[in-house]
C-alpha cells in the first residue's frame, strides 16, 4: 500500500520560510517523478513543483520560480519543498503527489496520480 505522508506546515510571518517534507513509504520511491500541488480555500488545486526520479529535472509554477526549491534524497525516501519569501497568496494546503514511472522525465501534472493527505502552510502577520 502505498502511502505519501506531508509535515513541516504551519504557520508563518510574511516573508518567512518553511520546509515541507514527504516520505514514501512504499518501496519504489527512487522510480518515481514526485511533485508538491497546493489548494487554497475556493480555488482549485494548482501545479507547485515537481522532480526527477534523480533530482537532475526540476520545474516550478512561475508564482513560486525563485522563492521556492524542491529536492529529495532517495536514500530517506523524501521529497522536500523550501519555501522562502512567503506571501499570504501562498496560505494554502499542500499536498505531495507521485507520478507512475513512466519515464525518466517530470510528465504533465495530471499524470500524478497517489497523493499524500496535504500539510497546512498559512502565512499571516
Known amino acids: 500500500q502505498v502511502r505519501l505522508v506531508e509535515s513541516g506546515g504551519g504557520l508563518v510571518q510574511p516573508g518567512g520560510s518553511l520546509r515541507l517534507s514527504c516520505v514514501d513509504l512504499?518501496?519504489?520511491?527512487?522510480?518515481?517523478?514526485m511533485a508538491w500541488f497546493r489548494q487554497a480555500p475556493g480555488r482549485e488545486r494548482e501545479f507547485v513543483s515537481a522532480i526527477n526520479w534523480n533530482g537532475g529535472s526540476t520545474a516550478y509554477a512561475d508564482s513560486v520560480k525563485g522563492r521556492f526549491t524542491i529536492s529529495r534524497d532517495n536514500v530517506k525516501n523524501t521529497v522536500y519543498l523550501q519555501m522562502d519569501s512567503l506571501s499570504p497568496e501562498d496560505t494554502a494546503i499542500y499536498f505531495c503527489?507521485?507520478?507512475?514511472?513512466?519515464?525518466?522525465?517530470?510528465?504533465?501534472?495530471?499524470?500524478?496520480?497517489?497523493w499524500g493527505q496535504g500539510t497546512q502552510v498559512t502565512v499571516s502577520s
Open positions: 512504499g518501496r519504489t520511491f527512487n522510480n518515481h517523478a
Open positions: 503527489a507521485r507520478r507512475p514511472p513512466l519515464d525518466y522525465g517530470l510528465g504533465s501534472p495530471v499524470e500524478y496520480d497517489t
